[in-house]
Nanobody, 129 residues
Framework: EVTLVESGGGSVNAGGSLTLSCVGSGYGWQSWCMAWFRQVPGKRREAVATINDDAMTTIADSVKGRFAVSQDNANNTLYLEMNSLKPEDAAMYYC???????????????????????WGKGTQVTISS
């Protein structure tokens, strides 16, 4: 069974920083494409960033210049570094994985559950203005 476990969420002041982590494990885990999504209750899930096995990344326009995605393949860990946080960044953040190609925020955003097979349970990020 594949498991993805996010951590690192919490409460931070606007303008602050947080780094989220996602550790993956399990037989059959498809980690070619890793992605971060976020969701606010009542709103559609938003693709934030992707990274593939070649470390090529894509970042959503809404967070470009403030967020960065990276991975530590040796430790099966995905990261999302978030800087200059704004109140509108508050959400539940999820990591997901799959074998979709190209591994791009626009591609995974279109049909997330179809192209990304495994999802974590999320970590909450709260921003105080």
């Amino acid at each position: 069974e594949v498991t993805l476990v996010e951590s690192g969420g919490g409460s931070v002041n606007a303008g602050g920083s947080l780094t989220l982590s996602c550790v993956g494990s399990g037989y059959g885990w498809q980690s070619w494409c890793m992605a971060w999504f976020r969701q606010v209750p009542g709103k559609r899930r938003e693709a934030v960033a992707t990274i593939n096995d070649d470390a090529m990344t894509t970042i959503a326009d809404s967070v470009k210049g403030r967020f960065a995605v990276s991975q530590d393949n040796a430790n099966n860990t995905l990261y999302l570094e978030m800087n200059s946080l704004k109140p509108e960044d508050a959400a539940m953040y999820y990591c997901a994985s799959g074998s979709v190609s190209p591994c791009d925020v626009l591609v995974v955003a279109a049909h997330p559950d179809q192209v990304l097979q495994d999802w974590g349970k999320g970590t909450q990020v709260t921003i105080s203005s």
